[in-house]
């Protein structure tokens, strides 16, 4: 069965240190990964997407994040956080299920405050 | 511009009025979704259609309908609201439902508040 598990609900950083967020999921195939960004009060936003070319992929923003099959993760990192990136994050799995072709998943959301 | 509308965007009702939330998209995509997120639950998919006539239950389909008559539209609808369903919903379109990797593009969200 598919999954996805953000392993924190919450993560503060001050302003100018790095941002890590969590990802791990479980899948059956070969599975694209997706970062969503919700910022209050507005929709989803694509921060970036794997799909089986580099493991390493940048989104917008500055953020990026590495798939690591071994791991089963897909972290997303950013090396200096800034005010605007507070928000809501998604991490996504994109699989092929059996007879229904494709379908995501979706993980609890990890919210993210910049402290000043 | 390339975009996925919802209308309305705020929702007050009471139990058991019908209402509707509709989605339109102008990207011609195949694949459209509804999606309702709850706090500490994240996105929980409804309903999702791979194409015009085509619609299959997500994973917390009861209490909702959907139609899909045409490519660009697919609403959502409440026969029988109740306050379970106070939630904030998304709407999602991609270009093709069998394509793993596909983007999903979003709507902006309707707020429902079901009294």
């Known amino acids: 069965a598919q999954s996805v598990t953000q392993l924190d609900s919450h993560v503060s950083v001050s302003e100018g240190t790095p941002v890590l967020l969590r990802c791990n999921y479980s899948?059956?195939?070969?599975?694209?990964l997706f970062w969503y960004v919700q910022h209050p009060n507005k929709g989803l936003q694509l921060l970036l997407k794997?799909?089986?070319?580099?493991?390493l992929v940048k989104g917008i923003n500055g953020f990026e994040a590495e798939f690591k099959k071994s791991e089963t993760s897909f972290h997303l990192t950013k090396p200096s956080a800034h005010m605007s990136d507070a928000a809501e994050y998604f991490c996504?799995?994109?699989?092929?299920?059996?007879?229904?072709?494709?379908?995501?998943?979706f993980g609890t959301g990890t919210s993210l405050t910049v402290i000043p | 511009e390339a975009q996925v509308t919802q209308n309305p965007r705020y929702l007050i009702t009471v139990t058991g009025k019908k209402l509707t939330v509709t989605c339109s998209q102008n990207?011609?995509?195949?694949?459209m979704s509804w999606y309702r997120q709850d706090p500490g639950l994240g996105l929980r998919q409804i309903y999702y259609?791979?194409?015009?006539?085509?619609?299959d239950k997500g994973d917390v389909p009861e209490g909702y309908k959907v139609s899909r008559k045409e490519k660009r539209n697919f609403p959502l609808i409440l026969e029988s609201p109740s306050p379970n369903q106070t939630s904030l919903y998304f709407c999602?379109?991609?270009?093709?439902?069998?394509?793993?990797?596909?983007?999903?593009?979003f709507g902006p969200g309707t707020r429902l508040l079901v009294l």
């Open positions: 990207m011609n995509h195949e694949y």
């Open positions: 899948s059956s195939y070969s599975p694209s």
């Open positions: 259609s791979m194409n015009v006539e085509v619609t």
């Open positions: 999602a379109s991609s270009r093709r439902h069998r394509e793993v990797g596909e983007t999903q593009y």
């Open positions: 794997y799909t089986s070319a580099a493991t």
């Open positions: 996504v799995v994109s699989d092929r299920v059996k007879d229904t072709g494709n379908q995501f998943y």
